[in-house]
């Protein structure tokens, strides 16, 4: 392959990666969980603070809540507000940030001072519903927006189920006990971390017929509806990556479009042997996985951005792929293959979990699977099979990762539309990056043969 339409190519890859960065880092900020705890994207909280607060939320048996916040203040201001109740409902006022959990849905607010403590209480209705049996299932962080990242803010963070009943499930990152599930910011407690991401909590009777109540309560709340939903929103993207799997094959080897598509690159289909596209693949790989974390930080100013981190894994292991390979691939079948993008996505995840402290964003690394399916999808063609589960598992990606992350609870022609759309970029990635798996896929299978 010429020099300068490898760089091209290359260019034209890593630009690809960097665009998914940059959607990745204009999502919407976190918002904070405690609405008056303050927000480290807006900079807001009350005039005073002296430290980060607390948030004990209270469920009603009706699934009504109560929301009561302390943000500890210093003495001057305590002085202040206890001389003028004016000022510490200005102070309040002002702390809300413009985007929190609860927005919209704050109702009744009631503010006080005790001793060197602000109390906001305010009412949140209709968090929790009845599920199975006596199971209760709360959804209001996932009726938010199951891909909502969350800000805690407070110190802690807990949510109290009604007297006499228990949490039946285990919420993320939260240390259950009795009734009450907890989300601490500090280190005073090893068992539990940030609340940062949208969480189920379903309570009713303790055992274990309570619990499988709560987790057949989550699976009703989720389960079909979201699948069909999937189904729906992933038909088009995923129709498009299976048809792209079925073009590598049955009009790869030996046609005249690619033989056009081969002349673009700058050599004839003879030519491309495992060696250039093991080239291609490192080189890829290793300059979108540095470029993507270095744009990360200059675009963050942090060393390793989480964002920046779950796309540069993408690229160590789309290197550590295309190595691998190209190096044992001709030994290997086409299970042998699969097994091998598998464990490159594993790897791909250990990188981010190693680099992010475990953060791992489903959507990318399901994209990234499906692309390294290409490989075997290649090799399977090129030995005169039609790898239909291979193709049928590429083609379920988006609508899997629609239901697993973006469980809606309603849907619409509009909503199709939509989400059909904001996929097409995913389904552009699978293409440019699979066609060199594929191909290396043939090759390998061509050179073996």
Request: proline share 5%; net charge negative.
């Amino acid at each position: 392959m010429r020099p300068a339409r490898f760089a091209a190519l290359s260019l034209c890859c890593s630009l690809v990666a960097l665009a998914g960065l940059t959607a990745v880092v204009a999502a919407p900020p976190p918002a904070p969980v405690c609405g008056v705890c303050g927000s480290s994207v807006e900079n807001v909280s009350i005039s005073g603070s002296d430290g980060p607060g607390t948030l004990d939320i209270y469920v009603d048996e009706t699934g009504d809540s109560l929301w009561h916040a302390r943000v500890p203040v210093t003495e001057s201001a305590a002085e202040r507000y206890r001389a003028n109740a004016t000022a510490l409902e200005a102070a309040v006022d002002d702390a809300w940030p413009r985007y929190h959990v609860a927005e919209g849905d704050v109702r009744t607010v009631e503010t006080a001072l005790g001793n060197r403590t602000v109390v906001v209480n305010y009412t949140v209705d209709d968090v929790a519903r009845r599920g199975v049996g006596d199971s209760w299932l709360l959804e209001y962080f996932h009726e938010k927006g199951p891909t909502t990242n969350y800000d805690q803010q407070a110190r802690r963070v807990t949510i109290h189920a009604p007297d006499g009943t228990v949490i039946t499930n285990r919420p993320a990152d939260a240390s259950v006990a009795g009734n009450a599930a907890t989300w601490r910011s500090d280190d005073t407690d090893s068992t539990g971390s940030d609340f940062d991401e949208a969480v189920y909590v379903t309570y009713g009777e303790g055992g274990l017929l309570g619990a499988a109540s709560g987790y057949a309560t989550i699976g009703i709340a989720i389960g079909p509806p979201a699948l069909a939903r999937g189904l729906a929103i992933g038909a088009v993207p995923g129709a498009l990556i299976g048809l792209f799997g079925v073009a590598i094959g049955r009009y790869g080897r030996g046609s005249t479009a690619f033989e056009r598509a081969a002349n673009c690159l700058g050599r004839e289909r003879p030519t491309i042997d495992a060696a250039t596209l093991e080239r291609l693949l490192v080189a890829v790989g290793v300059g979108g996985a540095v470029g993507v974390l270095a744009y990360g930080a200059v675009a963050t100013g942090r060393a390793f951005p989480p964002a920046a981190v779950v796309l540069s894994s993408l690229g160590v292991g789309y290197a550590l792929l295309g190595s691998a390979a190209a190096r044992i691939g001709s030994r290997l079948e086409t299970r042998g293959l699969f097994v091998l993008a598998a464990l490159a996505t594993v790897v791909a995840a250990g990188y981010t979990r190693a680099l992010a402290g475990g953060i791992a964003f489903l959507l990318p690394f399901s994209f990234g699977f499906a692309t390294a399916l290409f490989l075997p999808i290649g090799h399977a063609f090129e030995r005169g099979r039609t790898p239909a589960a291979l193709l049928g598992a590429v083609t379920l990606v988006p609508s899997a990762v629609i239901a697993i992350v973006y469980p809606m609870r309603s849907i619409s022609v509009w909503t199709v539309l939509v989400g059909t759309v904001l996929f097409l970029p995913w389904v552009a990635v699978v293409a440019l990056f699979g066609y060199p798996l594929a191909l290396l896929g043939r090759t390998l299978a061509a050179e073996d043969g």
